[in-house]
């Protein structure tokens, strides 16, 4: 799960927080794109990349269960696409707009953590699930170490 806040080069005056080392900085972007359906309808769709597209084109979009958009595909001459995932929608994009950010990776030596033989799976299913808090206690210099795992309520350690 991304940690959001700042990020600083020293120890902060006062507060609590964590120690970290940062591995590498990345360029990313977030798309908001507005289209009006085949029927009529305008939707607000957020894709994962939308570069080569322009405003009036009409495209499929593949939307998953949430209406968010899986991929996008224009049609060619002898070829018509279609979704081999999701739903497809027919739109024509009516605005779009990109949101460039950069990106830091930081370790902070709380990325792993030992369990029984046995218990593995149950932990990194409710992992994927966005199921499973972490705790963490910091030392005074604002190393970490995770103390236990809380799932369903319950302290694991």
Known sequence: MPVRGR????????????????????????????????????????????????????????????????????????????????????????EMKQTIFRQLNVEYGIESYFVEEGKGKAIEAARNARKLKVEVSLRRDGKGIITGLILDGTVLR
């Open 7 to 94: 990020v600083r080069d020293s120890m902060p005056p006062q507060g609590r927080f964590i120690q970290g080392r940062a591995r590498y900085e990345s360029q990313t972007s977030r798309w908001a794109v507005r289209v009006k359906d085949d029927a009529g309808e305008m939707r607000q769709l957020q894709p994962r990349w939308f570069g080569g597209f322009n405003i009036g084109e009409r495209l499929l979009f593949c939307l998953d269960k949430r209406g968010n958009a899986l991929m996008q595909m224009r049609e060619a001459p002898n070829y018509t696409p279609k979704c081999f995932s999701g739903d497809p929608v027919w739109a024509t994009i009516d």
